[in-house]
């Protein structure tokens, strides 16, 4: 992480907490973990400990239902591993969250593609990432639009996310 960012590469560690206890391939269903807190804290989440530690600005998430840490939402989605594990426990409080492609099978099987994209910020995503399927990001903007309207989501929640990924901007064009 240290050599990309001397050479002006803004590294994205990734998939949070970890994806190599998987047996499901998360672009076409959801992988289901019986990994506890403590497996977490003792395994997988030492390279991205180690990662912030390094000044790292961004990190992506995984779709993965830990069902002992949070039974309802998979990380992408869980305000429990997004605000409580990764912002307040691990100490990133800075850095953007990004999610990975909220259009995969292990999120659009089980949910509506509108709901992801506000459950994602709800939760305290910062980028909603959409890679293959050109539909998707109007119909997500709708859904954020709708939910603003609604103060499902607060207006500042979406100011606040665009001003991170600004300075993220000119921070990288000052070096």
């Known amino acids: 992480i240290r050599g990309l960012i001397k050479a002006d590469i803004i590294p994205c560690p990734k998939h949070f907490p970890g994806h190599g206890n998987t047996t499901i391939d998360s672009h076409l269903d959801l992988p289901i973990e019986d990994s506890d807190m403590q497996r977490l804290q003792n395994i997988e989440l030492v390279p991205f400990k180690k990662a912030f530690k390094s000044r790292v600005e961004m ?3 995984s779709h993965i239902l830990f069902k002992k840490i949070d039974p309802e939402w998979p990380v992408t ?16 409080q800075k850095g953007l969250i990004v999610t990975d492609d ?27 990432l959409y890679c293959n399927e050109p539909d998707s990001p109007p119909t997500a903007l709708d859904a954020i639009e709708k939910a603003v309207r609604d103060k499902q989501i607060p207006l500042q929640t979406i100011l606040d996310n665009q001003n991170l990924v600004l300075q993220l901007k000119r921070d990288a064009l000052k070096e």
Do not use: C, P, W
């Open 59 to 61: 990190v992506m998430t």
């Open 77 to 92: 989605l869980s305000s429990h591993f997004l605000k409580n594990i990764i912002r307040e426990t691990l100490r990133f």
């Open 102 to 128: 909220l259009d995969m099978k292990a999120l659009t099987k089980k949910y509506d593609r509108a709901q992801i994209a506000v459950r994602a910020l709800q939760a305290g995503a910062n980028i909603l």
